[in-house]
């Protein structure tokens, strides 16, 4: 009996990339020793919700208030939260598997609930999709892995790259995903919220003056 078995060649193989650069080493080891810290004024972490099997996140507008509303998307269901108040505000655990009448690929859109239902949300997470990264003021997002795959979001204002200047002027390392895989991270279209999604919670920012308490950064 002839035995197969699979080779390679030596010939052909890519060999070890180049190493990083001096500038490149420096910018990781500035990343890496930034400490996470509060967003700056205006802005106020808001809720930092546990969403266990969180898939991917979305943003809508509620149609009487006006405040910014996020999907959460899980294997759970979905949840409908008050971008203003940080509360969870609709719930369904058992959403429609199948979703007939849709308009848009499920893995990047999902129907409303509550104040929305009737609507379809897009969804940006596991699955593709995105958020916005800029928002009036200058202000921007990044997402950065100097430690892959630990992924870190940078919020800046000057709309340069935010690792330029010092920590805690011009950028600021406002979240470390550190223990689960990062999901999403972006701006509402209104620009008046921004969020961080990871598979297994979700945390709100807002510069919206309304209530809502300042949560643990």
């Not at 967003?39 to 809508?60: D, K, M, N, S, T």
């Not at 920590?167 to 470390?176: N, R, T």
């Not at 972006?186 to 308490?213: E, K, M």
Request: charged share 20%; hydrophobic share 35%.
């Amino acid at each position: 009996m002839t035995k197969w078995t699979k080779t390679e060649p030596v010939i052909g193989r890519p060999g070890p990339g180049p190493g990083l650069s001096a500038y490149q080493r420096a910018m990781r080891d500035r990343l890496l020793a930034a400490p996470v810290v509060p967003a700056p004024e205006p802005w106020r972490r808001i809720a930092h919700a546990p969403v266990g099997g969180l898939l991917g996140i979305g943003f809508a507008s509620h149609p009487r208030t006006g405040h910014d509303l996020v999907m959460a998307v899980s294997h759970d269901g979905h949840g409908l939260f008050d971008a203003v108040t940080g509360e969870r505000i609709a719930r369904d655990r058992d959403p429609d598997p199948d979703d007939r009448g849709r308009d848009a690929d499920p893995a990047a859109s999902c129907p409303g609930l509550g104040p929305v239902a009737g609507r379809r949300v897009r969804v940006a997470g596991l699955f593709g999709g995105g958020l916005h990264t800029t928002s009036d003021g200058g202000w921007k997002l990044e997402t950065v892995a100097p430690a892959w795959p630990n992924e870190r979001v940078l919020l800046s204002r000057d709309g340069g790259l935010p690792h330029d200047g010092p920590h805690g002027e011009g950028w600021w390392h406002v979240f470390h995903s550190h223990y689960s895989e990062l999901r999403a991270a972006g701006f509402s279209p209104s620009g008046q919220t921004f969020a961080v999604a990871t598979s297994s919670d979700l945390s709100l920012w807002t510069r919206c003056a309304g209530l809502g308490g300042a949560a643990d950064a």
